[in-house]
T-cell receptor, first 111, second 111 residues
Framework: GENVEQHPSTLSVQEGDSAVIKCTYS??????FPWYKQELGKRPQLIID?????GEKKDQRIAVTLNKTAKHFSLHITETQPEDSAVYFC??????????FGTGTRLKVLA | DAGITQSPRYKITETGRQVTLMCHQT?????MFWYRQDLGHGLRLIYY???????DKGEVPDGYVVSRSKTENFPLTLESATRSQTSVYFC??????????FGEGSRLTVL
């Protein structure tokens, strides 16, 4: 069946450094790729998303890139801060309801 | 603007008991979802609904029942709770164009 692979499962970076999380999807019909941030004990919240007709999208320190040919998309966080520490989930959507989530990346930003 | 709310937020029950988790959204979103979140598995879809009176199974539906008599409500029932159903349950909704909005989560412990 369809799946989304996410790497790495844990990532530690020094404050101020960049962090990159990568996802690979299998369903070629996927057309929407959101990234969710989940702080400890909280709900997942959307931080950035990209649609299949766009290759890159930026929002301040966060960017997402999409390579449809390779079925890869990545989250880039620059100038990391302690408040960026959380679990990040990627997802791929096919149609209107078929969301497939990655297994998450625990990011630790070390002060 | 209440958004999407879940109740109860925390529940402890015993094996064999029936438990119902409630989910209510105020946006009139067509799509509603129930996910469970367990360490190492990310978010797994239990059931989803495309509209009132339309529901369908997700990845892990066994042991769960849902109903959707009104657009705004999507309760999840564990008919006879088992210890393997100890988890954090998230309800979510979407208008079908992309972003999933999650509730705060319900932490269920089955003893």
């Amino acid at each position: 069946g369809e799946n989304v692979e996410q790497h790495p499962s844990t990532l530690s970076v020094q404050e101020g450094d960049s962090a990159v999380i990568k996802c690979t999807y299998s369903d070629s019909a996927s057309n929407y790729f959101p990234w969710y941030k989940q702080e400890l004990g909280k709900r997942p919240q959307l931080i950035i998303d990209i649609r299949s007709n766009v290759g890159e999208k930026k929002d301040q320190r966060i960017a997402v890139t999409l390579n449809k040919t390779a079925k890869h998309f990545s989250l880039h966080i620059t100038e990391t801060q302690p408040e960026d520490s959380a679990v990040y989930f990627c997802a791929a959507l096919s149609g209107t309801y078929k969301y497939i989530f990655g297994t998450g990346t625990r990011l630790k930003v070390l002060a | 603007d209440a958004g999407i709310t879940q109740s109860p937020r925390y529940k402890i029950t015993e094996t064999g008991r029936q438990v119902t988790l409630m989910c209510h959204q105020t946006w009139s979103h067509s799509y509603m979802f129930w996910y469970r979140q367990d360490l190492g598995h990310g978010l797994r879809l239990i059931y989803y609904s495309a509209a009132a009176d339309i529901t369908d199974k997700g990845e892990v539906p066994d042991g769960y029942v849902v109903s959707r008599s009104k657009t705004e409500n999507f309760p999840l029932t564990l008919e006879s709770a088992t210890r393997s159903q100890t988890s954090v349950y998230f309800c979510a909704s979407s208008d079908g164009t992309g972003e999933l909005f999650f509730g705060e989560g319900s932490r269920l412990t089955v003893l």
